[in-house]
């Protein structure tokens, strides 16, 4: 039996239809050279502008940074400052040659504060004390990751020719980064403290302003503006959203912002199957009698407010006796096209024992004069 899943409860139909509308509206005017929203549990692009136009990243790029670190390191060891992160400028943490520093330490600095002597202290330490061979080592891992419109020359972002990347290569290299449990905890942070009593202060004003936000790092350079890749939650969604080339800061915060409210007009986290609803309605062997399947439980799921879901009951024609009241005889599966967004069992509502054999006679026979009944109507002439 396959129908449209319409009409749950009032209050769920209700509360469709009202996110539906606000689904429907158009995505928000964002002012950027490239930007991209992405549902984080399916993937999915909800908006894209220029996803693959390849454009400066400024300190996007200590994603890269910090993943080749995470992957090649531990975050208790210890790096010994060398090479030329004492005398690198901008957002920096004032290190010192021959300092000592706890990995992670260094890549709060670099992914809170953006400090891009953090980030060459770390591209020293990972490749060997030679910066070249780490830079190898990110081009390398873009192109196993499959980021075709990205290169690096730098391991901190400042403005440099034949380093950039694109909204869809920053996207995809978030979301490896975002499988590490320490980078999550990092990016999340609005500041902290680290070895050598410094304190650091976050770039992300979306941490602070836009309810949900869970990371994950800002960048600004001239050449390459103001960029962000941000990640929220709300009611169990995970929105992604990146923006490359943003005039301002406010305008950068103010138009991921616009995206992800738009974003999250699109999934919603609703009822999709009831409790005590009856599904299906069985037969009884030997009675005319039915008996009703419900789901004992109340089933939520994360669904696209945009997409018409299916409801698929599986239940036999006939009840096998005995059954007691709760025993699971079907099953109902809710689609959002092909794929399977909840299941639940379908349970009997009341206990059926098995028929004596006089029930079976007289079931029988019941049904016997009821067929010789028909039969006698059919041969009347009136």
């Known amino acids: 039996m396959l129908r449209r899943l319409a009409l749950i409860a009032g209050l769920l139909l209700s509360l469709v239809a009202a996110q539906s509308a606000t689904a429907a509206t158009p995505p928000p005017s964002v002012k950027a050279s490239a930007a991209l929203l992405v549902d984080g549990k399916t993937g999915e692009t909800l908006y894209a502008l220029n996803p693959d136009r390849r454009v400066p990243m400024a300190s996007l790029t200590k994603l890269m940074t910090a993943l080749l670190t995470m992957e090649n390191t531990k975050k208790n060891e210890v790096v010994r400052v060398q090479?030329?992160?004492?005398?690198?400028?901008?957002?920096?943490?004032?290190?010192?040659?021959?300092e000592r520093l706890q990995v992670k330490d260094l890549l709060a600095a670099a992914l809170?504060?953006?400090?891009?002597?953090?980030?060459?202290a770390l591209a020293a330490d990972v490749g060997g004390g030679s910066v070249k061979e780490f830079v190898r080592m990110m081009n390398e891992r873009a192109a196993e990751l499959g980021l075709a419109h990205t290169h690096y020359v730098v391991p901190d972002g400042l403005d440099t020719p034949g380093h950039y990347s694109s909204a869809l290569d920053t996207y995809t290299l978030a979301r490896e980064d975002m499988k590490h449990a320490l980078f999550?905890?990092?990016?999340?942070?609005?500041?902290?403290?680290i070895e050598g009593g410094r304190t650091l202060y976050a770039w992300n004003d979306l941490l602070k302003t836009y309810p949900g936000t869970i990371g994950i790092k800002t960048g600004h350079?001239?050449?390459a503006g103001w960029s962000e890749i941000a990640a929220a939650e709300r009611d169990g969604v995970t929105m992604y959203a990146v923006l490359l080339g943003g005039p301002s800061r406010g305008k950068r915060n103010r138009d991921l912002g616009a995206l992800l409210d738009w974003g999250f007009s699109h999934y919603g986290r609703v009822q999709v199957i009831a409790r005590n609803r009856p599904y299906a309605e069985v037969s009884v062997p030997f009675s005319d009698d039915e008996v009703a399947l419900v789901?004992?439980?109340?089933?939520?799921?994360t669904v696209s407010l945009d997409h018409e879901l299916m409801e698929k009951v599986v239940a036999p024609e006939e009840l096998d006796l005995p059954v007691a009241q709760g025993d699971p005889?079907?099953?109902?599966?809710?689609?959002?096209?092909d794929t399977?967004?909840?299941?639940?069992?379908?349970?009997?509502?009341e206990?059926?024992?098995?028929?004596?054999?006089?029930?079976?006679?007289?079931?029988?026979?019941?049904?016997?004069?009821d067929e010789a009944g028909d039969m006698l109507s059919s041969l009347s002439p009136f």
Do not use: F, K
């Not at 809170?112 to 060459?120: E, F, G, K, R, T």
């Open 340 to 349: 399977v967004v909840a299941r639940h069992p379908l349970v009997a509502t």
């Open 329 to 337: 005889v079907g099953e109902i599966v809710v689609y959002d096209g």
């Open 112 to 120: 809170i504060q953006s400090a891009n002597d953090a980030a060459y």
């Open 351 to 369: 206990t059926v024992g098995e028929p004596s054999i006089p029930a079976r006679v007289r079931w029988y026979a019941g049904r016997a004069l």
């Open 295 to 301: 789901s004992e439980d109340r089933v939520r799921a």
């Open 184 to 193: 999550r905890r990092i990016v999340a942070q609005t500041g902290g403290e």
């Open 221 to 223: 350079t001239d050449l």
């Open 83 to 98: 090479g030329p992160a004492p005398s690198v400028g901008e957002s920096t943490i004032d290190l010192q040659a021959g």
